[in-house]
């Protein structure tokens, strides 16, 4: 069984940047594809992105591509998603989340989840 923990969340200025951690135990971490999720005040939970779980491919929604950037250290049990060219709009708290179906977007297909991490821009 794989457990969560997010880490790196913060306030940032917009256009700034940040990088988020989510630290896995457990000894199947690396058999599992990775994505985050972010969930903004009033809204509904959204796909950010994943990447295989050998870090290979990776894929994005659109709001982010080009701005943010996903991997893994499967040595370390540990995802990274680093934002870049931050906007007001990615205020959020995020989650990282496993599953054992690379490139689904949905929650529901997804069995493991941390318990978020915040990250605000300021304008």
């Known amino acids: 069984q794989v457990q969560l923990v997010e880490s790196g969340g913060g306030l940032v200025q917009a256009g700034g940047s940040l990088r988020l951690s989510c630290a896995a135990s457990?000894?199947?971490?690396?058999?599992?594809?990775m994505a985050w999720f972010r969930q903004a005040p009033g809204k509904e939970r959204v796909f950010v992105g994943t990447i295989t779980s050998s870090g290979a491919s990776t894929v994005y929604a659109s709001s982010v591509k080009g701005r943010f950037t996903i991997s893994r250290d499967n040595a370390k049990n540990t995802v990274y998603l680093q934002m870049n060219s931050l906007r007001p709009e990615d205020t959020a708290v995020y989650y990282c989340?496993?599953?054992?179906?690379?490139?689904?977007?949905?929650?529901?297909?997804?069995?493991?989840w941390g318990q978020g991490t915040q990250v605000t821009v300021s304008s």
């Open positions: 989340a496993t599953t054992v179906y690379f490139g689904r977007t949905n929650e529901e297909s997804y069995n493991t």
């Open positions: 457990g000894r199947t971490f690396s058999r599992y594809a």
